[in-house]
């Protein structure tokens, strides 16, 4: 009888720390997730804006991050890779629903110059979390803006019963695209036809340097601003134009290549973002409960000591019983975070799979067969040393520029200042 009372006053004692100790733990995950549309221009007002104030858009394919993964991501290193063009889609996808831009392209390598070029590094990617840091910069050299962006997926993105008709982290890259639009807000029309102008001489530099020298110049920050604008018969810079429209065609094939890639990407990938978000908020939710039954399992132990201490002997009988009663609690969370690690494990093994369903695609151009493939980068630098090759043998590189007088119009151009309209 004595040691039934000695049990329920343990049991107590044990049911009142536990309680304690969880009860101040417990947290709740409660987030919400909002539709941040994009910024754009009407229909109208797209057409009717002037051609030269239209500025092309490079987007450089995101950095996917891996030098900053720790060892358990490392395992993704091919899935980040994969993510890369994804993610760099859906900015391409915001930013052409805006209409307020020419051509925007994603681009294998940084080597492009564009009137705008964005570059990006995924942070974190889970398919719970997207962390991303974004730089813009004109063909000037004048950063538009470097910020970090972060969205939390909602459990809903990943529910098969509901149809969202978006990307879960969709909203993250409409607000880079308004980030740009809103900063394309602040600049006057010289300045858009001057980056247009800075852009297409720095692209002319990189095939025929001597012909172009002088029509740039850069300020003490580096920033380019023009000196002479080429004429629009200029021999030299007709030839540069042709070679221009050909990498615009070879260009159009990488975008051709990546829609295939993400259309082919999204099924598995999809899926992949499902599970692992499943995995990733289990195994959070595993390790805080095994947190707390360890803290309640060493609370109940002290307790239990405390009590072997007393001069009573049904004290220490209790104290006793709440120690062992302490010490199953602690192996009860010891063994859930060996549960949780094996979830993440079946979160890597989810990442080899995704691997396993992209492979490199073929493409034909003309009279030879480009690989595109993780070596896209590579194939890129190869088009453009044909390109050179091909402008070099269209006649011997002789400057015969007529230059066009620097009137009152012209003047302006010479302030790369971002001005208010």
Not at 68 to 95: H, P, Q
Not at 149 to 158: F, I, K, M
Not at 382 to 407: C, H, K, N, Y
Request: charged residues 25%.
């Amino acid at each position: 009888m004595q040691l039934k009372n000695v049990a329920q006053q343990s049991r107590w004692i044990l049911i009142v720390t536990v309680g304690l100790i969880l009860s101040s733990c417990a947290t709740y995950e409660y987030h919400a997730t909002s539709s941040v549309p994009v910024s754009k221009v009407s229909k109208q007002e797209f057409e009717d804006a002037a051609e030269e104030t239209l500025l092309d858009v490079g987007l450089t394919l995101f950095d996917p991050g891996v030098d900053i993964m720790d060892d358990v991501s490392a395992a993704y290193a091919n899935v980040r890779e994969s993510e890369a063009v994804w993610f760099t889609g859906l900015l391409k996808s915001a930013l052409d629903r805006s209409r307020a831009w020419g051509q925007v392209r994603a681009l294998p390598t940084d080597e492009q110059i564009s009137d705008v070029m964005v570059t990006g590094k995924i942070v974190d990617s889970s398919g719970e979390v997207l962390v991303m840091e974004v730089v813009a910069t004109d063909a000037s050299g004048q950063i538009w803006f470097a910020n970090q962006y972060s969205e939390r997926a909602s459990a809903y993105s990943y529910n098969p019963e509901i149809d969202l008709q978006r990307d879960p982290f969709q909203s993250l890259f409409n607000r880079i695209a308004n980030d740009l639009f809103d900063h394309r807000a602040t600049l006057d029309a010289d300045y858009l036809v001057a980056l247009r102008h800075i852009a297409r001489v720095r692209f002319a530099q990189q095939f025929a340097p001597q012909s172009f020298d002088g029509f740039l110049a850069q300020d003490d920050d580096g920033h380019y601003y023009l000196v002479r604008i080429p004429a629009p018969d200029d021999p030299m810079l007709v030839r540069v134009e042709k070679i221009q429209a050909r990498n615009a065609l070879f260009l159009d094939v990488v975008q051709d290549y990546y829609r295939v890639f993400t259309k082919r990407m999204s099924s598995p990938y999809d899926e992949w973002r499902k599970l692992s978000y499943k995995e990733v908020v289990y195994e959070r939710q595993l390790k805080k409960k095994a947190k707390h039954e360890k803290m309640a399992g060493v609370a109940v132990i002290v307790v239990g000591l405390l009590a072997t201490q007393s001069n009573s002997r049904t004290s220490r009988l209790g104290g006793h019983f709440g120690v062992l009663q302490g010490a199953q609690l602690f192996r009860k969370g010891y063994l859930t975070e060996i549960d949780a690690s094996l979830h993440a494990e079946a979160v890597r093994e989810l990442g080899e799979s995704l691997e396993a369903e992209l492979e490199p695609s073929v493409i034909d151009l003309q009279d030879r067969s480009v690989t595109l493939s993780g070596t896209v980068a590579e194939q890129y630098r190869e088009w453009r040393r044909i390109l050179t090759e091909m402008f070099e043998a269209e006649g011997a590189l002789q400057r015969d520029s007529t230059i066009l007088p620097v009137d009152s119009a012209s003047a302006a151009l010479d302030d790369l200042r971002p001005r208010k309209q």
